[in-house]
């Protein structure tokens, strides 16, 4: 077989068939467990303009320095048409702040609740589990600051990993990094325990020092670690009342029989963060395999030109999702496979079988057939290969006779039946239970 002449960019993959089963089952709990707590879905654009991202995450993150997918193009307006440089989105929340400002969302009851699931873009060094192009799951809180909300959708997240059956695999990593004004006056504590001790840190620490050193606890390199038992700590610098606030959403996570970990290492890699941090890890290989976190940003929507406002979110990868669902042996049902396959032979019997097949379908039998112009021989050993559960076979002396072959692939025994009988046979067969019906009210909202 010769080499294709494309292939997918680096950094990204096909999202295949058995791959969308799990998808699409993910999907389904997210938006079962979202409803259920009163989260109403948003799609925001998957592009937006550049400034949002590095007002909210942070100019000096590693997402907008080294990740940002750059989309040059210009943006028209009523009073004059400017260059404007908009990158795909890394992640959601700032989009949907973004659109809370942009469409007067403090009207509404708050907390607005919402959620989106769609996908990311970061260029990042590809590497195993990590994608330039992947899918994220992302739940938002917005207009009201309570640790209650906080241990709730902390609370939804747990549901959602129960229902995935991956749960067990995880667990809560939880931190209180308090307000803006903690951490500036940690980080001039910090700055000033690192005067001399620069040359001791690799290059990349060096950098963050100078740019973001709040990321210098989350550091993996050995040097930094070591000097870093000596340094000041955040706690010292977390005033009462965010030490309050987190003792009582420790108290109610409690109460909800959510096990966590404290975790003074935990800072999160976006600015906008503030007060509750939190991540869900691999319960044998640490934040390496982990599958999201979030956290307060109270300060974000400000950021973005709007009015003081709480929130707290959280966002999960779906492909972290699917590798632990894998590494569990979860399966998830399957809908993809065939009933029944018609097989025909000759222009009368393939035009009979269109009517055939469409009325299979819209009694909820999964039907295909009347492909091509194989003999009747060749279709039988397709239909094997489709592993239909039944074949119905229509050649000339059938069409004469207006009967049909109805074949049970698995007993490998057959019947002649008449033509008009055919798709009454074969829901008996099948069962009411197993027919794919549906009304477009039960499968809403299905993507």
């Not at 039944?390 to 057959?414: C, N, P, S, W, Y």
Request: charged share 30%; proline share 4%.
């Amino acid at each position: 077989m010769a080499e294709p002449q494309f292939r997918t960019p680096k950094g990204t993959h096909d999202v295949l068939p058995e791959d969308h089963q799990y998808m699409t089952y993910i999907k389904k709990a997210v938006r079962h467990r979202a409803r259920q707590a009163g989260y109403k879905r948003i799609d925001p654009p998957i592009f937006e303009n550049r400034a949002i991202f590095e007002r909210g995450i942070g100019e000096h993150t590693d997402i907008v320095e080294k990740e940002l997918f750059i989309v040059s193009g210009k943006q028209r307006t009523e009073e004059s048409e400017s260059d404007v440089q908009f990158a795909l989105r890394p992640e959601i929340t700032a989009g949907i702040c973004r659109s809370y400002i942009e469409h007067g969302m403090h009207l509404l009851p708050q907390p607005v609740e919402l959620y989106a699931i769609g996908q990311c873009f970061r260029y990042d060094r590809p590497q195993k589990g990590r994608y330039r192009q992947f899918h994220q799951v992302d739940l938002e809180l917005i207009g009201l600051k309570d640790p209650s909300l906080d241990a709730q959708l902390i609370h939804v997240c747990m549901n959602i990993f129960a229902d995935l059956r991956i749960a067990d695999r995880l667990t809560l990593q939880l931190n209180n990094i308090g307000n803006a004004e903690n951490r500036r006056a940690f980080l001039v504590a910090l700055k000033d325990f690192f005067i001399g001790k620069e040359r001791h840190l690799p290059e990349l620490d060096r950098k963050r020092l100078q740019t973001n050193p709040l990321r210098l606890l989350d550091s993996k390199e050995e040097d930094t670690r070591i000097l870093l038992k000596s340094a000041p700590t955040l706690d010292q610098f977390i005033d009462d009342d965010s030490k309050q606030y987190h003792a009582t959403l420790v108290e109610y996570l409690d109460e909800l029989g959510v096990k966590h970990t404290a975790n003074p290492s935990l800072v999160r890699g976006l600015d906008y963060y503030g007060q509750t941090v939190f991540e869900f890890w691999d319960s044998s290989s640490g934040a390496q395999n982990a599958v999201g976190g979030g956290g307060r940003y109270d300060g974000l929507i400000e950021l973005l030109g709007g009015q003081p406002t709480p929130g707290v979110g959280v966002a999960m990868g779906v492909e972290r999702m699917i590798w632990h669902m894998k590494q569990a042996g979860v399966t998830v049902p399957n809908k993809d496979h065939v009933d029944v396959f018609v097989a025909q032979l000759g222009p009368d019997a393939k035009k009979m079988c269109l009517t055939l097949i469409a009325k299979l379908r819209e009694k909820g039998v999964h039907t295909i057939g009347a492909l091509g112009e194989a003999s009747l021989k060749s279709q039988m050993r397709l239909a094997d290969k489709f592993g239909a559960k039944f074949t119905l076979l229509l050649g000339q002396m059938e069409v004469k006779e207006g009967k049909i072959i109805l074949r049970d692939m698995a007993a490998g025994k057959q019947k002649s039946i008449k033509f008009e009988n055919a798709v009454e046979e074969v829901l008996k067969l099948l069962g009411s239970e197993n027919l794919d019906t549906y009304t477009l009210r039960d499968h809403f909202d299905e993507d």
